[in-house]
C-alpha cells in the first residue's frame, strides 16, 4: 500500500488498509469510507459540510447497457456519519448534457430541479446544489473540504498570491460565487484550461481535490490541506500574536462557569422573543483567545466567510459589553443591560436585511442573534434544538480559525454583505428549511427529572425525549445514573440528555443541578420532582431518623428543587413578551389522601408534598408557571423503592407475600390494573404537551381507579 507522502501534523491520517481492502472492488463503499475519515475530522471539514464523489460503471436498467454512475454526497447529511443511503446516484451523461439548455445564471437555480431527470439509483438522497461541481469534474474521486487552514488562505487579502507561492501552480485559485450550476462550468473550465493541476481554491468557500483512486484523493486532499496549515502555523509563531494580543483576561474556569450558569437564562429569554430556544455553552482555549482580544469588535463585526459558516451562525454575533459582568448578580440592572444590546443587535438584522432583500426574497427571520460572546467567560449559542445550537458554536469556532489564519499570513476578508444576503435568503435555501420536520411538542423545551435514572423517573425522561425535549437526568445513585446516561447517549444521542448526580436534599447540590440545566441547555421549562424513597413501619418502630429523611427527600427536597427552577424560570422570562411560565411536576402519591396502616412518616409527607403544590400552584399563577401533580400508586416495575423493604413492609402490612403484591394492588383498582412507569410519563406529558397550558392546581390520579384516593 502506498504510504503517505508527507508527515501529517494538522490533520488525522486515518486510512487503514486492512478495512479498506473490506471494500475492494466496491467504490462505493471505498467513498462511504472515505467520506467518513474526512468527515470525522472538523479541522478537514465542518459538521454537514463539504461533500465526496466517485464516477463508477453501472447498468442501464431499461438498456442494460454500462453507463457511468457518479455517487455524491446527496442534500444534507454529514460525511462523518454518512451510509449509502446519504448518497445521491446519477447518470454522468444526463447531468452533462445539461449544459444542452441552461439559460445563464439568472436562471442557474432552475436547473436543480432538473437534477432529478438525472437520478440512477431512484432510492438514493436528493442531490445537493453542489452536485455539478462534481459531475462536471473529469475525475473518478473528488473531495469538496471546507478546512480552516484553506479557508483562511481563501479569506485573506492576498490569497490568490499566497496559494500561488504555497503552491507553485498545482492547486488553482477560482474568485468568489456562489455555489451552483454556473460555478460548476467555471471550475471545469478552470480544470481544462490548467492540465495537471491537482485541486482548486475556491475564494472565501473552500476546496476541491482529486485522485485516481479513493486513496490517491483521500491523501492529496490530506496533503494540501496540511500544507496550508503548515504555512499558517509558521506565520502565526513568527508574529508570536493573534488577533492584537489580549484586551481582557479570562475569569477561572469556577468563576467562568458560573457567570455563564447565571447568565444563560437570560439570554435564552431574549433569543426566545420568536421561537423557544435551546442553548449551548463553550469557553474552550480558542473560544477565550477571541474574544477576549484587542481585534474581536472588528472581527466579529465582519461577519464569517465561508457561506456554511454564516448559514449556521447568521451574519455576526452579538459581543456582550463589559457592563454586564457589573450586573450580573442583579436581574434588574442585568435587564437594564441586556435589553438594549439586543435591540441594538435587532435593528442591525433589520437593517440588513431591508438594504439587502430582493423583490422575491423570502420575508425575514428571526431577527436574534445565534451566537453571543462575552469576553472573559465564553460563547453562548441558541438554536431551535440543540444538536444545532452545538453545531452552530461548532461553526464559529471554525470560523474563529479561518479568521486567526487570515490574519496571521495577510488580512482577514469576510463574504460582502449583499453576497452573504443572497445565500442566507437563497431561495433554495428557504425550500429546504420549509421541507424540515414540524417541530413536536417538546421541541425546545428542557425538563429536569429527579430520580431520572430509574423506574417513574426514567419512564418520563424517556416520554419527554421522544417529544422532543432535552432532559436532564438527576439522580443520586451514580451506577444507575451511569446506566441510564449510557443507555440515553446509545438511544438518543448525545444532544438530548445530560446526567447530573446529586441530592435533592442538599441546597449546593440543587444549585448545581440547575447551572448543569444552564450550561448544558440555556436554562430549564419543566421540573419534575420524582426523587424519592419509602419506608414503611409501624408507628412504634418508626425513629427519628426515617422521619427526617422521609421529609428530607420528599418535602425539603421538592421545595429546593422547586425554589430554584422557579428562579431559572423567572430570569429566562426577564425579557418579558418572549415565553413566559413554565411547568412544575410533583409525582406525589395516593397516599396523600389515603390512609393506611404502617405509614405514618411516608403518608404525612406525601401529604405535605401535595398541599405544597397547591400552595406553590397559587403563588406562582402570576409568573405564568403551572403547578400539577400525578398521584401513582403502586408503580412497582423498575423501581428502586420496591426492590428492598418497602416492598416487605406493604406485604406484611397487608399479610400477604412480596411476590403476590402486583396482582393485590390491581385486583383493588376499578380497572383491575397494574400501573407501570409508562403510564405515569404519559400523565405527565398530558400536562406538558400543550393541550393544558391552562390548567393548574390539578391532581391527576394513575392509579387503576382507587375510590379513597378520589380527590373529590
Known amino acids: 500500500m502506498k504510504q503517505p507522502v508527507i508527515k501529517f501534523d494538522h490533520v488525522n491520517y486515518l486510512w487503514d488498509e486492512t478495512e479498506a481492502s473490506k471494500s475492494k472492488g466496491d467504490e462505493v463503499a ?9 468527515g470525522s475530522d472538523l479541522r478537514i471539514t465542518n459538521y454537514g459540510g463539504g461533500n465526496t464523489s466517485c464516477k463508477t460503471a453501472g447498468l442501464n436498467p431499461l438498456t442494460g447497457q454500462k453507463t457511468e454512475v457518479m455517487w455524491v454526497k446527496g442534500s444534507g447529511g454529514d460525511l ?7 448518497l445521491a ?12 439548455i441552461y439559460r445563464g445564471i439568472e436562471h442557474e437555480d432552475e436547473m436543480v430541479q432538473l437534477f432529478n431527470h438525472c437520478i440512477f439509483d431512484l432510492n438514493s438522497k436528493a442531490p445537493s446544489i453542489d452536485t455539478p461541481l462534481h459531475g462536471f469534474l473529469p475525475f473518478n474521486h473528488i473531495d469538496h473540504m471546507h478546512p480552516d487552514a484553506a479557508i483562511a488562505i481563501a479569506a485573506s487579502k492576498d490569497g ?8 507553485g501552480g498545482s492547486v488553482g485559485w477560482i474568485e468568489w460565487q456562489r455555489p451552483g450550476f454556473d460555478l460548476a462550468l467555471k ?3 478552470y480544470v481544462d484550461e490548467n492540465p495537471g493541476i491537482r485541486g482548486v481554491i475556491l475564494a472565501s468557500h473552500g476546496l476541491f481535490t482529486w485522485g485516481d483512486s479513493s486513496y490517491e484523493c483521500y491523501v492529496n486532499t490530506l496533503e494540501v490541506i496540511e500544507r496550508c496549515a503548515g504555512y499558517i502555523d509558521d506565520k502565526i509563531a513568527a508574529k508570536q500574536t493573534v488577533f492584537g494580543g489580549a484586551k481582557v483576561k479570562s475569569l477561572s474556569g469556577e468563576e467562568r462557569s458560573k457567570k455563564a450558569a447565571r447568565l444563560a437564562p437570560v439570554l435564552r429569554g431574549y433569543c426566545s ?15 477565550l483567545e477571541f474574544v477576549n482580544s484587542k481585534d474581536l469588535d472588528w472581527l466579529a463585526k465582519m461577519g464569517t466567510s465561508c457561506p456554511d459558516h454564516f448559514l449556521r451562525t447568521k451574519i455576526s454575533p452579538l459581543v456582550l459589553n463589559s457592563e454586564v459582568t457589573d450586573a450580573i448578580d442583579d436581574d434588574k440592572a442585568l435587564k437594564a443591560k441586556i435589553g438594549p444590546q439586543f435591540e441594538a443587535y435587532r435593528r442591525m438584522y433589520s437593517q440588513y436585511y431591508n438594504e439587502c432583500r430582493h423583490p422575491d426574497s423570502p420575508a425575514m427571520r428571526d431577527p436574534n442573534p445565534v451566537v453571543i460572546l462575552y469576553p472573559g467567560v465564553g460563547m453562548f449559542t441558541f438554536a431551535k434544538d440543540k444538536q444545532t445550537a452545538r453545531v452552530a458554536a461548532e461553526f464559529y469556532i471554525n470560523a474563529i480559525n479561518v479568521m486567526r489564519g487570515a490574519e496571521a499570513i495577510s488580512e482577514y476578508v469576510a463574504l460582502p454583505r449583499q453576497e452573504a444576503f443572497n445565500i442566507e435568503y437563497w431561495l433554495l435555501e428557504e425550500a429546504k428549511l420549509a421541507r ?3 417541530p413536536t411538542a417538546l421541541s425546545g423545551r428542557v425538563a429536569l427529572v429527579t430520580g431520572g435514572a430509574g423506574g417513574i423517573g426514567k419512564a418520563i425522561a424517556e416520554r ?8 436532564i437526568i438527576c439522580d443520586n445513585d451514580a451506577d444507575r445514573l451511569k446506566g441510564a446516561v449510557e443507555e440515553f447517549e446509545s438511544k438518543y444521542g448525545r444532544d438530548s440528555f445530560a446526567g447530573v448526580e446529586f441530592d435533592v436534599a442538599g441546597e449546593r447540590d440543587v444549585v448545581k443541578a440547575f447551572e448543569s440545566a444552564s450550561l448544558a441547555f440555556g436554562g430549564v421549562d419543566i421540573v419534575v420532582n420524582c426523587a424519592g424513597l419509602s419506608i414503611s413501619k409501624p408507628l412504634e418502630e418508626h425513629t427519628e431518623k426515617d422521619w427526617d429523611l422521609l421529609y428530607d427527600v420528599l418535602v425539603k427536597g421538592q421545595f429546593l428543587v422547586t425554589q430554584k427552577g422557579v428562579e431559572i424560570m423567572r430570569r429566562q422570562n426577564l425579557s418579558e413578551g418572549s415565553f413566559r411560565g413554565g411547568d412544575i411536576l410533583n409525582m406525589v402519591s395516593k397516599n396523600a389522601l389515603v390512609s393506611g396502616p404502617n405509614n405514618a412518616a411516608y403518608g404525612s409527607a406525601k401529604a405535605a408534598q401535595l398541599h405544597l403544590s397547591r400552595l406553590n400552584a397559587a403563588e406562582l399563577g402570576k409568573d405564568k408557571i403551572r403547578v400539577n401533580v400525578v398521584n401513582p400508586d403502586a408503580v412497582i416495575a423498575n423501581s428502586k423503592i420496591w426492590s428492598g423493604a418497602w416492598a416487605e413492609g406493604r406485604a406484611k402490612a397487608y399479610g400477604i407475600t412480596v411476590e403476590e403484591l402486583p396482582a393485590y394492588y390491581a385486583k383493588r383498582t376499578l380497572l383491575n390494573e397494574i400501573i407501570n412507569p409508562e403510564d405515569i410519563a404519559n400523565a405527565c406529558y398530558v400536562f406538558v404537551g400543550g393541550l393544558l397550558n391552562k390548567s393548574t392546581g390539578n391532581v391527576l390520579n394513575v392509579d387503576g381507579g382507587l375510590p379513597t384516593a378520589f380527590v373529590r
Open 30 to 38: 471505498l467513498l462511504v469510507y472515505r467520506s467518513n475519515l474526512l
Open 80 to 86: 462523518g456519519t454518512m451510509k449509502k443511503s446519504g
Open 89 to 100: 446516484a446519477l447518470y454522468v451523461d444526463r447531468l452533462r448534457n445539461l449544459r444542452n
Open 160 to 167: 490568490k498570491r499566497i496559494t500561488q507561492e504555497l503552491f
Open 187 to 189: 471550475l471545469r473550465q
Open 273 to 287: 422573543s420568536h421561537a423557544r430556544m435551546v442553548g449551548h455553552f463553550t469557553d474552550e482555549d480558542k473560544v
Open 436 to 438: 424540515r420536520p414540524k
Open 464 to 471: 419527554f425525549v421522544s417529544e422532543g425535549g432535552c432532559v
